[in-house]
C-alpha cells in the first residue's frame, strides 16, 4: 500500500508558474512508477506526465509537453510536477498517481493503483 499527499496548488495568473509535490509513504516508494493526473468537474480525468522508478524516463501529454517537468527524488519519497507558462486551460484539480514499475508509463486512470486527494490549481487571466 501507498499512501500520497499532493502539495502546492494555489491561484497564479496566466504565464505564471507553480510547483506540485507529491509525498508518498508506505511501501518502498523508489519502486513504483508515478503519475500526475488532472481533472475538471464533469469532465474525464486526464493524463499530465509521468515517470518511471527504473531509468527516470518520462511521458508528457501533448497539451503540457514543453511547458511542464515532472522529476522524482526518491531519497525523498518525492514526485515532482514544475507547471511553467500556465493557462487559464489548466485550472484543475492535480493528482498525483503510482502504480509498480513496469515497461510502460500508461495514459490512463485504470493503469494506476494508488492514489492522492489532489491540490486545486486555479489559473486566472
Known amino acids: 500500500q501507498v499512501q500520497l499527499v499532493e502539495s502546492g496548488g494555489g491561484l497564479v495568473q496566466a504565464g505564471g508558474s507553480l510547483r506540485l509535490s507529491c509525498a508518498a509513504s508506505?511501501?518502498?516508494?523508489?519502486?513504483?512508477?508515478m503519475g500526475w493526473f488532472r481533472q475538471v468537474p464533469g469532465n474525464e480525468r486526464d493524463f499530465v506526465a509521468a515517470?518511471?522508478?527504473?531509468?527516470?524516463?518520462?511521458r508528457y501529454a501533448d497539451s503540457v509537453k514543453g511547458r511542464f517537468t515532472i522529476s522524482r527524488d526518491n531519497a525523498k519519497n518525492t514526485v515532482f510536477l514544475q507547471m511553467n507558462r500556465l493557462e487559464r486551460e489548466d485550472t484543475a484539480v492535480y493528482y498525483c498517481?503510482?502504480?509498480?514499475?513496469?515497461?510502460?508509463?500508461?495514459?490512463?486512470?485504470?493503469?494506476?493503483?494508488?492514489w492522492g486527494q489532489g491540490t486545486q490549481v486555479t489559473v486566472s487571466s
Open positions: 498517481a503510482a502504480k509498480a514499475s513496469g515497461f510502460y508509463l500508461p495514459i490512463y486512470r485504470s493503469g494506476y493503483s494508488y
Open positions: 508506505g511501501r518502498t516508494f523508489s519502486r513504483y512508477d
Open positions: 515517470i518511471t522508478w527504473s531509468d527516470g524516463s518520462t
